[in-house]
């Protein structure tokens, strides 16, 4: 997750939304119409394409809350409503599940969204922005270091001190001293 960045999410979504209209909108004249959608989805022309199904299934899906003036076709208003409302208010546990493979993040980068959403969602809206994902990002990087900085604390005090399950006298650098003076002092 170290590479991704916030704002690649919620600029891919909003690209791949934008592109992926003009693209199943060019395809019927009669205009995007859930009809339209179900024959985009079984077009083995528009399956192939760079959005995939992804999008056509979203908005078939979710067509009736997208028709804001149930007409029977999707506008691009009314996408462009979608649009504003992800840039603005954020992705839905759903959206990030359904739409985020579009944006071009990992799978593993969406996994980790989805499971840490409730933290990733600080403000309990039910929505993550790019402020929210990237405060998250940045927080899980600040607690992987505090685990290195404790792991190289805890190595160098053994290195210093000593392993009770070392098997020679030397095990440490504390040892290797006392050691050293015990064999000068011998001489």
Do not use: C, P
């Amino acid at each position: 997750m170290s590479t991704f960045s916030a704002s690649s999410l919620f600029a891919g979504v909003n690209s791949s939304l934008t592109n992926s209209y003009a693209i199943l909108s060019n395809l019927y004249s009669d205009g995007l119409t859930k009809k339209n959608l179900t024959k985009a989805l079984t077009n083995t022309t528009v399956l192939s394409s760079t959005y995939g199904s992804t999008f056509a299934s979203y908005l078939s899906s979710n067509f009736s809350t997208l028709d804001k003036n149930n007409d029977g076709t999707l506008s691009a208003s009314e996408v462009q409503s979608l649009l504003t409302q992800v840039s603005t208010r954020g992705l839905t546990r759903e959206q990030v599940s359904s739409l985020g493979s579009m944006s071009g993040v990992s799978t593993d980068t969406q996994a980790t969204i989805l499971d840490h959403f409730t933290e990733i969602d600080t403000n309990g809206d039910g929505y993550v922005t790019s402020s929210e994902v990237q405060g998250y990002i940045l927080q899980s990087k600040i607690e992987n270091q505090k685990v290195k900085d404790t792991n190289k604390m805890i190595n160098r005090t053994s290195l210093f001190y000593g392993d009770d399950d070392a098997d020679d006298d030397t095990s440490s650098l504390l040892s290797y001293k006392w050691i050293q003076d015990d064999t000068s002092s011998s001489s």
